[in-house]
């Protein structure tokens, strides 16, 4: 089964199924197909964090092919020749917005790991429809139109013809990504890290009119993919296994959910304010703790351990009240914890996620992302690149102290990526999931956990249901649209400061039901699932900002 953002690229993953490759090269080929469909949110020119769980071993391995800052990159990076930081727009459409893309290496790796197909066969669906035209989606169009106008160069004529994004419907055709993506089909990736894609990559974000980059083809060339541990720890009789640092969702989703272990979460059930209320102030605690302590380890000393502690979580949990909010929201002082502080991050909205189970129960859980939409901007060769560096703490320091997520050459920024397995007490996987849609990601994966693992919801259901979003500050959103609108009154009385507003939401999983994968994807995307038979997942659409109206 492939669930994934977009039904061709569930297609493509679906053949690569029944041709006989692996869980990998499934996704892989769902990946470059969402490049090509789906430009908006992924990509060649990001980076990407797998969760895979072998089906012979139960082994768990993680990929880290998060973008890099280039080795020039220091505490001033965002900053401007008048010695203040730059302003927000100038950081996410500057040329210095990108970081060394990772996804194209890490797609590489686990294809040298785990995959069984040819590369190039990998390739074949996202380059048909680059080169024969697909048809353009209601998705892609609205994302073009509110949020795309940056684009310069080749995107702008490609996206944007006679100076209007191009129409929903319309069959668009993109000649200069199929001939890119035909090429690393033949070559691998070394043109891309090491050869002319790389000096043009270089050159487009050194020459960038809007903050120039000062990357080097060097700094392509010594891109590396990281293995990671998985951050593993228990809720109730379940297992929760998920992506280490720089990668928050694994730590925060486990904290969340660890929280709220000693409430009767499912005696409260999914229509009590109560409920909802101990969410948003887990929420609240487990993102105070990322902000503070979460960054790249291999610049950073992140306390993992201590984070994942039950006692630690414990202590954190006993702050917790069903009865009133928090009157001060902080940071706690895990085990290990040093002595820093972390600066506020920019919220971002591009990204994608996917997951995949094959024949021989190898799971491949993947979340991809260029950051906002359509990256920085700018393109090479066809393919959008990230403005993933806006993730990075812009001011260094605070209060005296240095930002573990401060930027600094060859660190990759702190990530809201959350690629999720889930385990059953027997020790068989439960489920996957993982979700896009910025610092929302660890929210509804959280969320999601919940309302399959104590509230007996399917995780089609679960998905779907709002939200409730409290990013480590006293007010929360709540997600226009949505059941818990007809919350907000009792929310307020428990204490909680609520907004209603849109959330830019998207989700994907598989869960194992009675001895058989069931598939889950958002009904605010377009995003479908699909087993090898060809049976796919019935979803009602919602409406929303980017989707257009939908049945």
Known sequence: MVSAADPRAVAAGVEMLRKGGSATDAAIATMLVLNVVEPQNSG???????????????????????????????????????????????????GRAAGVPGAL?????????????????????????????????????????????????????????????VAEGATLKLPVMAATLERLAEEGPEPFYRGDIAEKIAAALNGAEKVPSAMTAADLAGYTVIEHDPVCGTYRVYRICGMGPPASGGVIVLAILKQLERFDMAGLGRESPVAWHLLAESERLAYADRNMYVADPG?????????????????????????????????????????????????????????????????????????GYF???????????????????AVPAKDGYLAANRVEGGKRPRSSLSPTIVYAPDGSVRMAIGAAGGSTIIAQVAKALVGVLDW?????????????????????????????????????????????????????????VEGRWVGAADPRSEGVAMDISGNVTQIRRRSNSLNGAHE
Do not use: C
Not at 47 to 74: M, N, Y
Not at 150 to 165: L, Q, S
Not at 470 to 486: N, R, S
């Open 456 to 512: 007996n919801m399917s995780a089609q259901d679960a998905i779907a249901m709002g939200l409730i979003y409290a990013p480590g500050t006293k007010k929360a959103t709540v997600e226009e649209g949505t059941e818990l609108v007809a919350m907000v009154p009792a929310l307020r009385a428990l204490g909680e400061e609520i907004e209603v507003a849109p959330l830019g939401l998207k989700a994907n999983a598989i869960e194992r």
């Open 44 to 94: 060649i020119g990001g980076g990407l964090f797998s969760v895979r769980h072998d089906g012979a071993t139960g082994k768990i391995e993680t990929l880290d092919g998060r973008e890099a800052a280039p080795g020039a990159a220091g505490p001033d990076w965002f900053y401007g020749t008048d010695g203040k930081p730059l302003s927000g727009r100038d950081i996410y459409h500057g």
């Open 105 to 165: 290496a890490a797609m590489a790796e686990a294809h040298r790991r785990w995959g069984k197909l040819a590369w190039a066969e990998l390739f074949a669906p996202a380059i048909g429809l680059a080169r024969e035209g697909f048809v353009v989606s209601a998705r892609m169009h609205n994302g073009l139109d509110l949020y795309g106008r940056h684009v310069t160069g080749w995107a702008r004529e490609a996206y944007f013809p006679g100076g209007e994004a």
């Open 375 to 393: 990256g920085n901007g700018i393109a090479v060769g066809g393919l959008m690149l990230n403005n993933e560096l806006a993730d990075f703490d």
């Open 299 to 371: 610049f950073t000393q992140v306390p993992v351990a201590g984070l994942t502690d039950p006692k630690y979580l414990a202590s954190r949990s006993a702050l917790l009240s069903p009865e009133r909010s928090l009157a001060t929201i902080a940071a706690g002082k895990p085990e290990g914890a040093p002595e820093r502080l972390a600066a506020p991050e920019w919220a971002d909205q591009g990204t994608s996620s996917l997951t995949v189970a094959d024949g021989a129960g190898n799971i491949q859980q993947i979340t991809t992302t260029i950051n």
